[in-house]
């Protein structure tokens, strides 16, 4: 592991990777790298023996990184630049306040076919989700398909970019754990989930109702064909056109007048209902 260097100048071109963090530009078009942040999320990318060009830490965290940078030193990786920055400096560069102390560039990894991440997903529930352009909402459901057993997550094209800087954050990371891929002819390659012998199940507000106690949701047994549960954008839910080549539709039942939830808590309670392992 290479010695950190010291950066106070919010100039210095080795802080490139990390200007102007918060521009929109960089949630659309997804760059040969990604920036990953906060010293939980850091770590995990050093210990997962992803391929990191630069990491930028305060003084102050630089401690709590350095089992992982050593860990990843031993790993064979190429080694990161580390660079020492103090937080005025980095919020300066970044455009936003670091209170998490730590950015770090790390070269995209090569994306998935849909059949490739169906094979990873082992025969476990998978997500297809449509239209979600949150980067905080993509974030959550990696992070309950991560923690509730989903083995795969599928997006349709206008979903946004899983390995933008918020997204990864607030996925914990979860978006390297899991397996994910495009479906790049929406909504025709959903009869490619169907083809992998998945049943393709729509979660919408005029669904049957999810009955978790029956053990699989809407009174259906988790045992037999696994599942592929489709989940709909913010504001419009599942399309008309995804609707139609449903096996099945389901709903959370809602009351006090409120017709659905937010998708990535709709997506928490999907996913333990039909995903989730060892629950009593």
Do not use: K
């Not at 994910?180 to 669904?207: E, N, S």
């Amino acid at each position: 592991m290479t010695n950190p260097v010291r950066v106070d100048d919010p100039g210095d071109p080795r802080l490139g990777p990390f200007i102007g963090l918060t521009d929109r530009v960089l949630r659309r078009a997804p760059a040969p790298t990604f920036v990953a942040e906060s010293l939980l999320v850091v770590d995990r990318v050093l210990r997962a023996g992803c391929d990191v060009r630069t990491v930028a830490v305060t003084p102050g965290a630089y401690p709590r990184l350095v089992p992982a940078l050593e860990e990843h030193a031993r790993s064979g990786r190429p080694t990161p630049e580390v660079l020492l920055v103090d937080r005025p400096v980095l919020a300066a560069v970044a455009g936003f306040d670091v209170h998490r102390g730590v950015l770090a560039e790390v070269v995209r990894p090569t994306e998935r076919t849909a059949a490739e991440a169906m094979v990873a997903a082992a025969g476990r529930t998978v997500a297809v989700v449509e239209a979600v352009v949150d980067q905080a909402n993509l974030g959550a459901i990696f992070r309950n398909a991560a923690g509730l057993g989903v083995g795969a997550v599928l997006l349709c094209p206008r979903c946004c970019d899983p390995l933008y800087r918020r997204t990864v954050r607030v996925s914990m990371g979860a978006v390297l754990e899991v397996a994910w891929a495009r479906l790049p002819a929406w909504p025709a390659d959903l009869a490619v989930v169907r083809d992998r012998g998945y049943r393709l199940v729509a979660l919408t507000p005029a669904g049957v109702p999810l009955a978790p106690a029956a053990g699989g949701g809407a009174g259906v047994a988790r045992a037999g064909s696994p599942r592929a549960l489709l989940l709909g954008s913010e504001g419009e839910g599942l399309s008309a056109e995804a609707l139609v080549l449903a096996d099945e539709r389901v709903a959370i039942p809602m009351s006090g007048g409120v017709d659905s939830l937010n998708v990535a808590a709709a997506s928490a309670i999907a996913f333990w209902a039909f995903a989730a392992p060892d629950r009593p």
